[in-house]
């Protein structure tokens, strides 16, 4: 495969909710599926992104102990962006340069057959990953059903030494087994609300940014 | 979409959608595991009425790499050898419990017909004179993989024996609503009955297109129909429509050979033709396989694009 850390755009999202792979709108949780979504806070600011993509870098070459065998893969829609700007911080500072992939989990979903289910780029992993430190990279970790297909898409590509997974918001709400090792920001939710993660490579937006929002009735 | 019975059922996104869809499978076909759980737990089967070997294996192959279970139904060693009607015989394999069925039969309509009698998807793999739409969208995905995304303005040449031909009706239906532009090319006797009703250009001349086309699509003389004196001999067939290598030399300079397959070599194409550079058969080929895992997951398993 050719050694391409390319970041393909992302598809726009019909519409946004919390989880970052889903493709389809899912209606808030309860009866508010037509309710108003406002803007509750906003949860990270252009800034405070910039430093927590710092700081998980440098998490990242501290847990592993340097930046050898390192290859951060983005799950679409965002991770790839993120894992691009992870991996342009630990070259600033360690000097090395990172292999980036990008891994699309379409086909290992299991809601396949339950709702419309599209993959949203290719899947390009630039080395063979068998041996190395897979870090996973996404925007948002909520039930961690995407991980959980991330895993198996990743185990077809080889048996890596290890895999760890960056987010930039956990935001609660698990339904599998699985946690972060590396997190932007805790971010206590209520299932109906929505993170939305605004990147300027892939929204069409002058600043980074990220937000919560929730339907009308379930307001604060 | 619960079926893909004919082109014509899909509009121009439709199509876009699943060939956007059939390049992310082409990806996986290229990985060392090339195969995805997509389809786990179901099962398609193949039901044949007529001979076939690619489009039967693609269509297998393309199953099997979504991880759904196969089976194949060959008339030749089957209960139909009794006398058992199709209605009968598609009853019966979906009594044991399946969710699509690969359909090729002789009679144009078949494919729809049994779509009226199970509730399991049907994929028309060819009904007569009437479609064969993967073959179809594996041609634009070639083509696609060639020469990018779109194919507004392509002009493409399709030549030989048009009348007799679902994969010509298929492919008209698919470059046309893409935006290319179609010539069909042979003799009046081989080009099908109110030509003029069809969105296409009309050449009895090869000579006249060949330096024109950016495609030339060359169908298969159905060497069975010989009997039927559509045309003089094989020998005058090749003289004014066989892609010989003289031609071939005529084409601009990127221009791209496709067929169907499987290829008359000498009679509609050259043998030294077939395996040049500008011949893209057998990506044709490795792009059915892509096109048929899109179709499979599209209807067995994502809900759509075209839901």
């Known amino acids: 495969m050719p050694e391409s850390t390319r970041v393909p755009?992302?598809?726009?999202?019909?519409?946004?909710?919390?989880?970052?792979?889903?493709?389809?709108?899912?209606?808030?949780?309860?009866?508010?599926?037509?309710?108003?979504f406002l803007l509750r806070t906003q949860v990270l600011s252009a800034d405070d992104l910039r430093r927590a993509h710092t700081r998980i870098a440098h998490e990242i070459v501290e847990r592993n102990h340097g930046a050898e065998q390192l290859v951060l893969v983005g799950l679409h829609s965002r991770g790839p962006a993120i894992a691009q700007r992870l991996a342009v911080a630990i070259e600033s500072f360690e000097g090395v340069s990172i292999p980036v992939g990008t891994?699309?989990?379409?086909?290992?979903?299991?809601?396949?057959?339950?709702?419309?289910?599209?993959?949203?780029?290719?899947?390009?992993?630039?080395?063979?990953?068998?041996?190395?430190v897979v870090v996973l990279v996404d925007d948002v970790l909520f039930t961690g059903r995407t991980v959980r297909a991330a895993l198996d898409a990743l185990t077809e590509l080889g048996r890596p030494r290890a895999v760890q997974l960056a987010v930039l918001v956990d935001r609660g709400h698990r339904e599998l087994p699985i946690r972060a090792d590396f997190v932007g920001?805790?971010?206590?939710?209520?299932?109906?609300?929505?993170?939305?993660?605004?990147?300027?490579?892939?929204?069409?937006?002058?600043?980074?940014?990220?937000?919560?929002w929730g339907p009308r009735e379930d307001g604060p | 979409m619960k079926h893909l019975l004919s082109i014509e059922d899909l509009d121009r996104t439709q199509l876009e959608q699943l060939l956007d869809l059939s390049e992310r499978f082409v990806e996986v076909t290229r990985r060392d595991i090339p195969k995805v759980p997509a389809l786990r737990g179901k099962t398609v089967v193949s039901l044949f009425y007529e001979d076939s070997t690619r489009t039967r294996i693609s269509f297998e192959t393309a199953a099997k790499r979504l991880s759904a279970d196969t089976m194949t139904f060959t008339v030749a060693s089957s209960s139909v050898n009794k006398g058992e009607s199709l209605r009968d015989t598609v009853q019966t394999i979906e009594a044991m419990g399946?969710?699509?069925?690969?359909?090729?039969?002789?009679?144009?309509?078949?494919?729809?017909?049994?779509?009226?009698?199970?509730d399991a998807a049907i994929l028309n793999a060819g009904d007569g004179r009437h479609q064969h739409p993967t073959q179809a969208l594996l041609d634009v995905l070639t083509l696609r993989l060639h020469r990018g995304p779109s194919l507004e303005g392509m002009r493409i040449a399709i030549v030989g024996d048009v009348r007799h031909s679902?994969?010509?009706?298929?492919d008209v239906q698919a470059?046309?609503?893409?935006?290319?532009?179609?010539?069909?090319?042979?003799?009046?006797?081989l080009l099908p009955e109110a030509v003029e009703t069809w969105d296409v250009d009309v050449s009895h001349d090869l000579d006249a297109v060949l330096a024109e086309v950016d495609v030339l699509y060359l169908l298969r003389i159905q060497l069975e129909r010989q009997g039927e004196a559509l045309f003089p001999s094989l020998r005058e067939y090749t003289s004014r429509y066989g892609l010989t290598a003289a031609r071939a030399a005529r084409l601009a300079k990127d221009a791209l050979v496709m067929h169907p397959g499987p290829i008359n070599r000498g009679v509609e194409i050259a043998a030294e033709v077939a395996d040049s550079s500008a011949s893209i058969i057998t990506q044709q080929v490795a792009s059915g396989v892509a096109v048929r895992m899109a179709v499979l997951y599209t209807l067995l398993g994502s809900g759509g694009p075209v839901a």
């Not at chain 1, 989990?105 to 390009?124: C, K, M, N, S």
């Not at chain 2, 069925?101 to 009226?116: F, N």
């Open chain 2, 98 to 118: 399946i969710d699509a069925v690969v359909v090729r039969h002789p009679h144009a309509g078949a494919p729809h017909r049994i779509t009226g009698w199970i």
């Open chain 1, 103 to 132: 891994l699309d989990v379409a086909f290992y979903r299991d809601d396949i057959g339950l709702r419309p289910v599209q993959p949203l780029g290719p899947t390009e992993v630039p080395v063979d990953v068998t041996g190395r």
């Open chain 2, 166 to 170: 679902r994969v010509a009706r298929s």
């Open chain 1, 185 to 212: 920001k805790n971010l206590p939710t209520r299932q109906a609300e929505d993170v939305r993660v605004r990147l300027v490579e892939t929204d069409d937006v002058d600043a980074d940014a990220i937000q919560l």
């Open chain 1, 9 to 36: 755009r992302a598809t726009a999202h019909a519409s946004d909710q919390s989880d970052p792979a889903s493709t389809a709108p899912v209606p808030p949780f309860g009866s508010a599926s037509t309710a108003e």
């Open chain 2, 175 to 189: 470059f046309t609503a893409l935006g290319a532009q179609v010539t069909l090319v042979g003799p009046p006797t």
